[in-house]
Every structure is written in C-alpha cells, then in structure tokens.
C-alpha cells in the first residue's frame, strides 16, 4: 500500500465525517513504482528496515569465582567435600582441621567460607546451652526450698 492511497482515505474519512460524501477517482498506479517520500504527518515515521533478530547457540560455561587478584578459582570438588566432611567428624583433628580450611591461606574461597559459617553456628549453639543450662539450674535450685 502506497503513502498516497493513506492521505486519500484519511480526506475522504474527514469529508464523511462532515458529512460531504465525496468519492476519489481510482488511479492505478504503475507496478513496482518507486515514489519519492512525502512526510505525511508528525506521528508517523518513515519505514527503516530492522537487522533480523539472529539467536546465538547456548554454549555451557563452566564458572569459577573470581578472587580479588582477578584470577579466577575452581569450585571445591564433591569428593574434596566428602573428606572435608568426614575428617571434620573426627573428634580433635576435626575441630583443628575446621580452623585449617575457615582461616588457611591455601583454602578455596568457598570452603573457608562454609567453615567459617560452621565455626559461628558452633559458637551461637554452644552459647544458647550456656544459657539454657544456666536457667534450668536456676528452675531446679529453687525447687530445693520447698522440699
């Protein structure tokens, strides 16, 4: 559909609008006739032609963590963690191993992290015994007056 055809239906859609029905003569128009651009109005952009929307193939990464110096780490391994796991259960070395790998300058990123975290949930639980130990006892030595 050509620009010119659009300004005539617009015409005749305003004179019908004031009620005067005019009809416009039919001009066919040469096929693949090129005509030169006319802006129409405002509103309306002329036609730009868009790149097509070309997808790129999913390629898996593997992802690392990246350190302060920039170089970036390997994740912690399942096997590395089953033994960490495993020598973490033995009753000395276990709790010495724990501060090893939470404050060791060799240890990955992620592994002194989680044993970090252990060393607080171990902190927070040993203090909340402390206390329930310390209000049980003084619930059961005031008991002892009455008897």
Do not use: H, R
């Not at 390997?74 to 973490?88: H, K, Q, R």
């Not at 276990?94 to 902190?123: D, P, Q």
């Amino acid at each position: 559909m050509d620009n010119n055809n659009l300004f005539d239906k617009d015409n005749q859609n305003q004179n019908n609008e004031q009620g005067q029905s005019q009809q416009q003569p039919y001009q066919p128009q040469q096929p693949y006739q090129q005509q030169p651009y006319q802006p129409q109005q405002s509103y309306q952009q002329p036609y730009q032609p868009q790149q097509p929307y070309q997808q790129q193939p999913y390629q898996p990464q593997q992802q690392y963590y990246q350190q302060d110096a920039g170089e970036l780490e390997e994740p912690v391994s399942f096997a590395d963690w089953m033994i960490s796991m495993l020598i973490s259960c033995i009753p000395c070395v276990g709790i010495v191993m724990i501060f090893v790998w939470a404050f060791g300058s060799n240890t990955k990123k992620s592994k002194s992290n989680y044993f970090k975290a252990v060393l607080v949930w171990t902190l927070i639980s040993v203090a909340l015994v402390i206390v329930l130990s310390i209000a049980f006892g003084a619930i059961f030595a005031s008991m002892d007056y009455y008897y």
